[in-house]
């Protein structure tokens, strides 16, 4: 049963800082991170679960923090732009680092199959593995709408913003039937957002986009 869902393609990141509600990780490559709003996986220290997540935040800058990255294509001539300045300066790649954080949404059992939409019992180790997502694991993970209390709640992420890019992603991988599915599930941001309207509106509006 484990095999079913552990995705096999290779990770995207490294986790280098962790918490039961979130973390974040290093890209392997610079400049290639997962989606905003894209819901990638990570096993527990046990190996039994997996812990699913959605990005909600993506920087790159110097390894070193006490440093700020400086422009590079003021020097020399004729002027360096864009991918010129990367290679022509090859160490760029070594000297800077690409980040991106997650919101924990929900665990999968891997004995069994099934999804919880709730934090796990441990955070994510240090230095674990981060994979992307496939688009079955995200057809199954958002076919319930329990991921959307987590998401509003998320104090740390940029709310609408992030549930309206899942909603999309969730739409996109589900092709004909995307639409309807997006009409249900905004049923269901409705009922929990049935005291605030105009955060709905503002999210339902994103979706379209």
């Known amino acids: 049963m484990t095999e ?11 986790v280098v800082e962790t918490s039961l509600t979130g973390y974040t990780a290093q890209a392997y490559e610079l400049d290639n991170p997962p989606p905003f709003g894209g819901l990638v996986q990570v096993k527990d220290k046990g ?4 812990i699913y997540g959605a990005v909600y ?8 923090p006490g440093r700020r990255a400086y422009a ?16 022509a300066n090859p160490q760029l790649t070594r000297l800077l680092r690409t980040e991106f954080a ?11 199959g099934k999804i919880t939409y709730n934090y796990p019992d441990y955070p994510p180790p ?6 992307l997502c496939s688009d079955d694991e995200l057809i199954d993970f958002t076919s319930s709408a329990l991921y959307l209390r987590t998401i509003l709640q998320a104090s740390q992420a940029p ?10 992603h969730g739409t996109a991988v589900r ?10 599930t905004g049923r269901q941001l409705a009922r929990l957002l049935k005291e605030d309207f105009d955060r709905l509106r503002t999210i339902l509006e994103k979706c379209e986009n």
Do not use: M
Not at 72 to 87: A, L, M
Not at 103 to 112: A, I, M, N, P
Not at 175 to 184: A, E, P
């Open 47 to 50: 190996g039994n679960n997996l």
């Open 126 to 131: 240090l230095h674990y593995s981060v994979t």
């Open 4 to 14: 079913l869902f552990l995705n096999n393609a290779s990770g995207i990141g490294e």
């Open 72 to 87: 590079r294509s003021v020097e020399g001539e004729p002027r360096q732009i864009d991918e010129q300045v990367y290679n």
């Open 57 to 64: 935040h993506i920087a790159t800058g110097g390894i070193d």
């Open 159 to 168: 709310v609408e913003e992030l549930t309206a890019a899942l909603l999309r």
């Open 175 to 184: 092709g004909s039937s995307g639409r309807q599915w997006l009409v249900d």
């Open 102 to 112: 997650v919101v924990v949404l929900g665990c999968r059992k891997l004995e069994s």
